[in-house]
């Protein structure tokens, strides 16, 4: 009896915070339905008759969709050379016993607690001197060094990686890069697609880095186009267009996490059970 009533108040307490977490989505949604002036007096979760002029006012500040466009041009290169890149590194850091392994690793740990804000100025001076202002390669390009992402790769590949097995692949003649390839990303792939979605979200959200690089309003993504809505004149009417917009930039990111959501179930359990 007591067990059953520890397990309703389990649910009911994650009941209630997955409620609240849903809260500010559908805040979020029913905004984009009422005007700036009815935003400003109330607050409620019913929805309002202005979906049609919050649509025209965010079409006449930006084009929502050469944004999402400008976005994916980015996110996705920046996604697939995290994704790569990372979990060869923290494959070769895990596996191959090399001098001065440990330190390139505490290196990596300092890396990922340092603000990547800090090294702003010096990184547009750099991109400045060479050229690359209003371009994406200063957005692509960086992602190729992930810290965080290869410190999470190396332990999941210390954790579900048998030596044996590349010890079996080696003795049949495989190659290592083949051994990467054909053995090691499968393996890898729950952990990889975790800090891919992950990566993906952080970099179709990134803002201060694509506003300091980028100067043509052709080549703005949708964060840098939202923030341009939300420092116009007309800031009290503009509100509801500002969360329709902020709506519709929200569906491809769940779009991919309900894909690959998967992937982050297994991840977990990967760790918990053992052969």
């Not at 002036?37 to 002029?53: A, H, R, Y």
């Not at 917009?245 to 059970?273: D, E, H, K, N, Q």
Request: glycine share 6%; aromatic share 10%; net charge positive.
């Amino acid at each position: 009896m007591a067990k059953k009533i520890k397990k309703v108040i389990l649910y009911l307490a994650l009941t209630i915070l997955a409620v609240m977490c849903m809260v500010p989505f559908l805040l979020m949604i029913v905004n984009a339905t009422r005007s700036g002036v009815e935003i400003t007096k109330s607050f409620t979760l019913i929805p309002g008759d202005s979906l049609k002029e919050n649509w025209e006012i965010m079409n006449n500040f930006l084009d929502v969709f050469l944004g999402m466009r400008n976005s994916l041009l980015v996110a996705v290169p920046c996604t697939l050379l995290t994704a790569y890149f990372s979990a060869i590194t923290a494959y070769a850091m895990a596996v191959y016993k090399f001098k001065g392994n440990k330190v390139l690793f505490s290196v990596i740990v300092v890396f990922m607690m340092i603000p990547g804000q800090l090294g702003l100025i010096g990184f547009y001076n750099l991109c400045n001197t060479l050229h690359l202002i209003d371009t994406y390669i200063p957005l692509i390009l960086p992602a190729i060094a992930a810290p965080g992402t290869v410190f999470f790769l190396r332990q999941y590949v210390q954790s579900s990686l048998s030596p044996a097995l590349l010890e079996a692949a080696r003795i049949d003649g495989a190659g290592e890069l083949l051994i990467f390839h054909r053995i090691v990303l499968p393996i890898m792939s729950p952990g990889i697609a975790t800090m891919s979605i992950m990566g993906f979200i952080g970099n179709w959200n990134a803002y201060l880095t694509p506003m300091l690089i980028l100067n043509s309003q052709k080549k703005y993504t949708l964060p840098v186009m939202v923030a341009a809505l939300k420092n116009s004149t007309d800031m009290q009417s503009n509100q509801g267009a500002i969360y329709l917009t902020v709506a519709l930039s929200v569906i491809p990111i769940m779009l991919v996490f309900c894909f690959f959501s998967r992937y982050i179930i297994s991840s977990i359990s990967a760790g918990s059970v053992k052969e």
